[in-house]
C-alpha cells in the first residue's frame, strides 16, 4: 500500500479538518469527489473540470471493465491519460453495482448477468484488485458486500465475516506501490455488526477506511443513527469515505460525526433537469420567474458559468432544449459544492462549525426537496426488503 501521509488539521466538536498526499498532489477535506462512473462526468470537459476545485475524480471499475475494458485502458497509459487528467481519482470496486443484480454469492466472489448485454460476468476480490490496478486510479477500493436495507440480520452476520475474509484478499494481492487501497465498513443497520466490521477492518488494516452500506434507501435520521454507531470505531489518523452521499444536510451532518469524503451524481444528475444548488437553496433554472433575470446563479459563485453567464441565458437554453444548458448547471453544481465543502473546512479550522451547521438546515431542511425524513434504524429496519439502487444520493454506482 501507498501511504497516503494523513495529517489532521483541526477539530470542532466531532467535525474534522484534514489533509493528505496522493501522488498527483495534496488533497484537503472535507471534500466532495464528482462521478464519472464511465469515465467521464457528464457533460463536462476535463477542461473544466480543472478550473471547478475538483480534488479528486471517482470512476467505476465495473462499469469500466465492462466497456471498455481494463486492459484497453492500460494500453493506453492508464486511466489518467485515457480520460484527459492529471486531476487525482479513485475508483470504486464494482461491490455496489454487482449487488443490486440478480447475482450468485459465494466465498469465492459473485456471478451476475451484466446489466447492458446479459454477459455472464464473475467478480472477486483478486479480480476488482487486478482491474484497479490496470486502471490505475491513485485510490482503489476493496471488494465487499454491501448490505440491502431491509435485509435480514442473520444473513448480515455472515455477510459481515465473508466482507472481512474478502478484504483480507484484496489487501494479499494489491501490490501496486503507487496506488493506495481504502478498506470498507459494512454492517447493515445494526449497531453490533459495524462495531464487529470496523474493528476487523482496521485490524487488517489500510490506508483510508469507507462507509459502505448507506444511501440505500434508508434516509438522512437514519444515515445519522448509522453513522454515529460506526466512526467512533475507525482510525482517527486516516480518511474517513462515506460512499455515496451528496446532499448539503447529508454532508454538513456527516462531517459533524467525523467523515472527511463523500461522493455522488446528484451535482450532475440535478443540474442536466436545470436544479442548481446556490447559497439561498435550491433553484430551477427552467422556471419562468428567470426568463428576464439577468444576476448570475449564485452572485457569490466564483465558476465559470457565474462568472459569464445569467440565469435568463440558462432559462433560454433549458426552454429550447440545448445541451449547452447541462454543461453550464453541472460546471456551477460541481463548484458550488466544493466552495460549500472549502467553507465547512474553514468554519471548522474556525472553530464556528456550529454556526455553519445551523445555517445549512436553515437552507436545506429536512423535509426539503430532495431531503428525505425517515424513521430511526431500530424502528425502520423491521420488514422492509426493497432496495433503491440509486439510494438518497442518486447514485447509480
Same mark, same amino acid.
Given at each position: 500500500?501507498?501511504?497516503?501521509?494523513?495529517?489532521?488539521?483541526?477539530?470542532?466538536?466531532?467535525?474534522?479538518?484534514?489533509?493528505?498526499?496522493?501522488?498527483?498532489?495534496?488533497?484537503?477535506?472535507?471534500?466532495?469527489?464528482?462521478?464519472?462512473?464511465?469515465?467521464?462526468?457528464?457533460?463536462?470537459?476535463?477542461?473544466?473540470?480543472?478550473?471547478?476545485?475538483?480534488?479528486?475524480?471517482?470512476?467505476?471499475?465495473?462499469?469500466?471493465?465492462?466497456?471498455?475494458?481494463?486492459?484497453?485502458?492500460?494500453?493506453?497509459?492508464?486511466?489518467?491519460?485515457?480520460?484527459?487528467?492529471?486531476?487525482?481519482?479513485?475508483?470504486?470496486?464494482?461491490?455496489?453495482?454487482?449487488?443490486?443484480?440478480?447475482?450468485?454469492?459465494?466465498?469465492?466472489?459473485?456471478?451476475?448477468?451484466?446489466?447492458?448485454?446479459?454477459?455472464?460476468?464473475?467478480?472477486?476480490?483478486?479480480?476488482?484488485?487486478?482491474?484497479?490496478?490496470?486502471?490505475?486510479?491513485?485510490?482503489?477500493?476493496?471488494?465487499?458486500?454491501?448490505?440491502?436495507?431491509?435485509?435480514?440480520?442473520?444473513?448480515?452476520?455472515?455477510?459481515?465475516?465473508?466482507?472481512?475474509?474478502?478484504?483480507?484478499?484484496?489487501?494479499?494481492?494489491?501490490?501496486?506501490?503507487?496506488?493506495?487501497?481504502?478498506?470498507?465498513?459494512?454492517?447493515?443497520?445494526?449497531?453490533?455488526?459495524?462495531?464487529?466490521?470496523?474493528?476487523?477492518?482496521?485490524?487488517?488494516?489500510?490506508?483510508?477506511?469507507?462507509?459502505?452500506?448507506?444511501?440505500?434507501?434508508?434516509?438522512?435520521?437514519?444515515?445519522? $443513527? %448509522?453513522? =454515529?454507531?460506526?466512526? @467512533?470505531?475507525? &482510525?482517527?489518523?486516516?480518511?474517513?469515505?462515506?460512499?455515496?452521499?451528496?446532499?448539503?444536510?447529508?454532508?454538513?451532518?456527516?462531517?459533524?460525526?467525523?467523515?472527511?469524503?463523500?461522493?455522488?451524481?446528484?451535482?450532475?444528475?440535478?443540474?442536466?433537469?436545470?436544479?442548481?444548488?446556490?447559497?439561498?437553496?435550491?433553484?430551477?433554472?427552467?422556471?419562468?420567474?428567470?426568463?428576464?433575470?439577468?444576476?448570475?446563479?449564485?452572485?457569490?459563485?466564483?465558476?465559470?458559468?457565474?462568472?459569464?453567464?445569467?440565469?435568463?441565458?440558462?432559462?433560454?437554453?433549458?426552454?429550447?432544449?440545448?445541451?449547452?444548458?447541462?454543461?453550464?448547471?453541472?460546471?456551477?453544481?460541481?463548484?458550488?459544492?466544493?466552495?460549500?465543502?472549502?467553507?465547512?473546512?474553514?468554519?471548522?479550522?474556525?472553530?464556528?462549525?456550529?454556526?455553519?451547521?445551523? $445555517? %445549512?438546515? =436553515?437552507?436545506?431542511? @429536512?423535509?426539503? &426537496?430532495?431531503?428525505?425524513?425517515?424513521?430511526?434504524?431500530?424502528?425502520?429496519?423491521?420488514?422492509?426488503?426493497?432496495?433503491?439502487?440509486?439510494?438518497?444520493?442518486?447514485?447509480?454506482?
Amino acid at each position: 500500500m501507498n501511504s497516503v501521509n494523513f495529517r489532521l488539521n483541526g477539530t470542532d466538536g466531532g467535525a474534522r479538518a484534514t489533509t493528505f498526499q496522493l501522488p498527483r498532489g495534496e488533497v484537503q477535506t472535507p471534500l466532495y469527489m464528482p462521478v464519472g462512473t464511465q469515465g467521464a462526468v457528464r457533460s463536462v470537459s476535463s477542461l473544466h473540470m480543472a478550473d471547478t476545485g475538483t480534488q479528486i475524480l471517482l470512476a467505476n471499475t465495473y462499469h469500466l471493465s465492462q466497456r471498455p475494458g481494463e486492459d484497453l485502458i492500460a494500453k493506453a497509459g492508464g486511466l489518467h491519460k485515457f480520460m484527459g487528467s492529471e486531476l487525482p481519482m479513485l475508483t470504486d470496486s464494482g461491490g455496489f453495482q454487482v449487488f443490486s443484480l440478480d447475482k450468485e454469492v459465494d466465498e469465492k466472489g459473485v456471478t451476475f448477468q451484466y446489466e447492458v448485454d446479459g454477459k455472464r460476468t464473475f467478480l472477486s476480490p483478486e479480480r476488482s484488485m487486478e482491474i484497479q490496478e490496470k486502471l490505475g486510479a491513485d485510490i482503489a477500493m476493496v471488494f465487499d458486500e454491501c448490505l440491502a436495507f431491509g435485509t435480514e440480520k442473520s444473513y448480515a452476520e455472515q455477510s459481515v465475516a465473508r466482507t472481512t475474509r474478502w478484504e483480507q484478499r484484496c489487501k494479499d494481492v494489491h501490490k501496486r506501490p503507487d496506488q493506495s487501497l481504502f478498506g470498507i465498513v459494512q454492517g447493515g443497520f445494526w449497531p453490533d455488526l459495524r462495531k464487529r466490521s470496523a474493528q476487523e477492518i482496521c485490524d487488517i488494516g489500510f490506508d483510508g477506511y469507507a462507509i459502505g452500506g448507506l444511501s440505500v434507501g434508508e434516509g438522512y435520521e437514519v444515515m445519522c $443513527e %448509522v453513522l =454515529e454507531w460506526t466512526t @467512533p470505531h475507525m &482510525p482517527v489518523n486516516a480518511p474517513r469515505y462515506l460512499m455515496g452521499v451528496g446532499r448539503p444536510l447529508d454532508l454538513v451532518e456527516a462531517v459533524a460525526r467525523g467523515v472527511d469524503m463523500f461522493d455522488c451524481v446528484l451535482q450532475t444528475r440535478h443540474a442536466r433537469s436545470g436544479v442548481v444548488y446556490t447559497g439561498r437553496g435550491r433553484l430551477r433554472m427552467s422556471d419562468r420567474r428567470f426568463r428576464n433575470d439577468f444576476y448570475p446563479v449564485d452572485t457569490e459563485c466564483t465558476c465559470y458559468t457565474c462568472q459569464n453567464y445569467s440565469r435568463a441565458y440558462l432559462n433560454h437554453l433549458l426552454r429550447v432544449g440545448e445541451v449547452l444548458s447541462a454543461t453550464l448547471c453541472s460546471i456551477h453544481n460541481i463548484a458550488w459544492f466544493h466552495q460549500f465543502m472549502a467553507r465547512m473546512r474553514q468554519s471548522i479550522l474556525e472553530k464556528r462549525f456550529e454556526a455553519f451547521r445551523r $445555517e %445549512v438546515h =436553515e437552507l436545506y431542511p @429536512p423535509g426539503s &426537496p430532495g431531503q428525505s425524513n425517515s424513521k430511526p434504524a431500530s424502528e425502520a429496519q423491521g420488514g422492509q426488503k426493497s432496495r433503491s439502487k440509486r439510494g438518497r444520493g442518486g447514485k447509480k454506482r
